[in-house]
């Protein structure tokens, strides 16, 4: 990856995590990113312990957060995440203008989706492994342009925080029960506009962004209400420094979700990315 592990960006890939009841952060100011194999087992057909990823990067122009589940093995979840950090992460974060309104957001956003499905494919084939379809929710936040970008495709989340509330502005805001992944041969560019969630507004009084896979919500495994555990993560660090906010928010997010695995004794992994915009304590 092009992208350094450092204090301006980041990357968890789930075939680095595989102990029970762990979790690896990374942060970087307002931004920061966990994942964890899980608080216990998984209970259902898997390929791998851990096929999640989480990927955070800041630039001059403002941050870019992602984070994928896999699904039959790590190599999707990486790749998606391997060609964000090469291929966008420096141009999108950029001190340039952008200049993306609501319908050529759509449109790059149908290519992106594209573009990171055949990115599953091809690690697939040079892993020599069957393709692992994933899940992905990306956001983009430019505050010199106030301006609020995201891509979500399967049943992975993006919460934003703001005076009236949690908003998931992902695929269960459609409240649909099908869902989607990226990496198959048969998929195209055009029809990834009616299996995606993507959007473009104003950053306005956003207060923060909540990227998470199902580890937090599958039903039976994570937490009853992941809009209520969001919420509560953001306020168990409202009074944290501006520079540890997100990094405290991630932390009791991810062991709000373990602990839930625990009780229901069933597992899943988890992977998390914070951007936390509020101004810290005075």
């Known amino acids: 990856m092009s992208a350094k592990a450092s204090t301006e960006s980041g990357a968890l890939l ?6 029970l009841g762990a979790m690896a952060t990374l942060a970087g100011g307002s931004a920061a990113i ?3 194999c899980g608080g216990a087992a998984k209970t259902y057909d898997h390929t791998e ?18 984070v994928a589940d896999g699904h039959h093995g790590a190599t999707g979840s990486e790749a998606v ?5 090469t291929h966008l992460a420096d141009d999108w974060t950029g001190s340039r203008s952008l200049g993306f309104d609501t319908e050529s957001w759509q449109q790059c956003a149908e290519g ?3 573009d990171c499905g055949r990115a599953v494919l091809r690690r697939a084939a040079e892993s020599g492994v069957r393709p692992a379809p994933t899940t992905l929710s990306l956001a983009l936040i430019r505050p010199s342009e106030s301006a609020l970008a995201w891509i979500c495709m399967g049943d992975s989340h993006l919460f934003r925080s703001g005076p009236k509330g949690i908003d998931d502005l992902g695929w269960a805001s459609l409240e649909r029960e099908d869902r989607y992944f990226l ?4 998929a195209s560019r055009q029809g990834m506009a009616s299996r995606s969630v993507s959007g473009y ?13 199902d580890g937090l919500s599958e039903i039976g495994i994570g937490v009853p209400n992941p809009s209520q555990a969001v919420a509560d993560a953001l306020k168990s660090s409202k009074n944290a420094a501006a520079d540890q906010s997100a990094l405290e928010t991630v932390k009791h997010l991810g062991e709000t979700t373990m602990e839930t695995h625990v009780k229901n004794r069933a597992g899943d992994n988890i992977a998390l990315a914070v951007l936390d915009l509020r101004p810290g304590p005075s």
Do not use: C, K, M
Request: no cysteine; hydrophobic share 45%; net charge negative.
């Open 49 to 66: 312990p851990n096929e999640d990823a989480a990927f955070f990067f800041r630039g001059p122009g403002g941050w870019l957060l992602a």
């Open 112 to 114: 992106i989706l594209f």
């Open 201 to 213: 507004r104003d950053l306005e009084n956003t207060e923060a962004l909540v990227l998470a896979t």
């Open 14 to 19: 789930g075939r680095q995590h595989h102990e």
């Open 81 to 85: 995440i391997n060609y964000i950090a």
């Open 34 to 36: 966990a994942l964890s």
């Open 183 to 186: 990496g198959y041969e048969a």
